[in-house]
């Protein structure tokens, strides 16, 4: 266990729909990061939060969207899923919004998208 | 843009030997770098770290090397046991932002 919870871990939804990821980081963390891994594109940097505030954007369609709240845990949302959306997502969490010693993952949600 | 990618997409090794997993970096200013390993199923799980003012980091059983005027980046695993098979990752940053990772390289150890 790393530390990093998130739920669920699989999500099978139809197209047009939308759905929440959760991920709670390690205790004390104060940065979440959000990575959507696919077969063909590796991991890819969607979004970073530090204490409640956006702190980076990577490749994140405006479809997603993401948000952290007063406890620190964070959540992805995403909208009007197409078939392309189908991948893993993941967070990761840091102690602080600039350093990334002690950057770790959790397990993940698996979305299908039919 | 700038990318982070490995050499070899898979590789097979006989246990017992020693394993060595390449990765090139085309950020010059990339300061950190990151190994990770993920098994099937699972996230990926830090190996071994390397900051650019070292260019070699040793841990158990594990040795990142970094070269800088190349930009490349090794992961040697010794003595490499049926456990090790995962996909391996290498990924950079410049502080204080996202990691950017490679495609990943699949590990398969045989007996």
């Known amino acids: 266990d790393s530390g990093v919870t998130q739920t669920p871990k699989h999500l099978i939804t139809a197209t047009g729909q939308r759905v929440t990821l959760r991920c709670s980081p390690r205790s004390g963390d104060l940065s979440v990061y959000w990575y959507q891994q696919s077969l063909d594109q590796g991991l890819q940097f969607l979004i970073q939060y530090y204490n409640g505030e956006e702190r980076a954007k990577g490749n994140i369609l405006e479809r997603f969207s993401a948000q952290q709240f007063p406890d620190l845990h964070s959540e992805l949302n995403l909208s009007s899923l197409e078939l392309g959306d189908s991948a893993l997502y993941f967070c990761a969490s840091t102690p602080t919004g600039g350093d990334n010693y002690g950057y770790t993952f959790g397990s993940g949600t698996r979305l299908t998208v039919v | 843009g700038e990318s982070v990618g490995l050499h070899l997409p898979t590789l097979s090794v006989q246990e017992g030997d020693n394993s060595i997993i390449n990765c090139a970096y085309s950020?010059?200013?990339?300061?950190?770098f990151i190994w990770y390993k993920q098994e099937s199923g699972k996230g990926p799980q830090f190996i071994i770290d390397i900051r650019s003012n070292m260019d070699k980091r040793q841990g158990q059983r594990v040795t990142v090397l970094l070269n800088k005027t190349v930009k490349h980046l090794s992961l040697q695993i010794a003595a490499t046991q049926p456990g090790d098979s995962a996909v391996y990752f290498c990924?950079?940053?410049?502080?204080?932002?996202?990691?950017?990772f490679g495609k990943g390289t699949s590990l398969l150890v045989t007996p």
């Open positions: 950020n010059s200013a990339s300061d950190y």
């Open positions: 990924a950079e940053t410049v502080s204080g932002y996202a990691l950017n």
